[in-house]
């Protein structure tokens, strides 16, 4: 009975080798592909495997990347973007078209006008700024706008500057009483005068004309440097805004002369204007 169970269980054995093969075993056809990288010492399979992540990203990026032409498009839309948000909120170039405000500034100089200043801040007195035509303030001359499209379009963006604009120092803010003048030939502020020489044209007095004006809420007196040649202010007493300026007129505050070289130059306020009597202290 012991043989006859062991012929029974051999007997079994054969009609199992003869049945049909059974399906691949798709586990064991992938350790099989595996066993490649597995037959390689360690640094080698780490090296392989990194050159072939490194070849399937460079594919990646060669596909994504932009003809050169497209790339100029681009950093040039991006640059002129730049430009009109430097030029709306930072910083701005403007030429001098007069010499009404020698020797701070020649004709022509090409000046910075910063407006970070007035984003929280108040203009203030001895300030040097640049602001729209309050209205029949300026002649042909000084009216100069660029000559050609070229010019036009470098102006839109901040590269080229901009006419049709007016710039002085301001000598009296709103609620201020403006004078002149006083015995000494000075012009004075809040009954305190100004001593001028730092700034004036040499040899001129502060106003051939006399006034003596109150400052609205909101607006500003402004002269030239070169008394004698500046439209400003005082000359349009008894026209419509009195030679006062609106306050939203400014673009912004005189930061440097740049142009012509020998003349660079970054400004300062001066010292006059910050004696504590100007505000009745």
């Known amino acids: 009975m012991t043989s ?24 064991a056809h992938r350790r099989s592909a595996g066993s490649i990288w597995e037959g390689l010492p360690g640094s080698r399979r780490r090296r392989a495997a990194r050159d072939a992540d490194d070849g399937s990203h460079d ?22 973007v730049l430009a009109i948000v430097v030029k709306a909120f930072f910083i701005q170039a403007f030429f001098v078209p007069s010499v009404s405000m020698e ?21 203030e007195r001895g300030d040097i700024v640049v602001f729209d035509d309050p209205g029949g303030w300026l002649g042909p001359e000084e009216s100069q706008q660029p000559s050609n499209v070229v010019q036009r379009a470098l102006e839109a963006f901040g590269l080229y500057p901009t006419g049709g604009h007016l710039v002085k120092r301001v000598i009296g803010v709103g609620g201020d009483e403006v004078s002149c003048c006083n015995p000494k030939g000075q012009v004075e502020v809040n009954g305190v005068g100004l001593d001028e020489t730092d700034y004036l044209m040499d040899g001129v007095r502060p106003s051939e004309q006399t006034f003596d004006v109150e ?3 909101g607006s500003l007196w402004v002269m030239g ?3 004698p040649q500046s439209g400003d202010s005082r000359l349009h007493i008894g026209q419509p805004g009195g030679g006062f300026v ?18 660079t130059e970054i400004l300062d306020k001066p010292a006059i204007f910050d004696d504590p009597a100007l505000d009745g202290s």
Not at 4 to 27: K, R
Not at 103 to 123: A, C, H
Request: aromatic letters at 8%; glycine letters at 8%.
């Open 225 to 227: 440097d070169n008394r």
């Open 59 to 80: 594919h990646t990026q060669h596909k994504k990347s932009l003809p050169l032409w497209q790339e100029v498009i681009v950093l040039l839309g991006l640059a002129l």
């Open 103 to 123: 020797p701070t500034f020649v004709k022509q100089d090409r000046i910075l006008v910063e407006k970070w200043s007035y984003w929280s801040g108040d203009v």
């Open 246 to 263: 609106p306050v939203d007129g400014v673009v912004g505050k005189v930061w440097a002369i740049v142009w012509p070289p020998g003349r």
């Open 215 to 217: 400052v609205p809420d």
């Open 4 to 27: 006859a169970t062991s012929g029974s269980s051999d007997a079994g054995s054969d009609d199992q080798a003869d049945a049909v093969p059974s399906a691949p075993d798709e586990g």
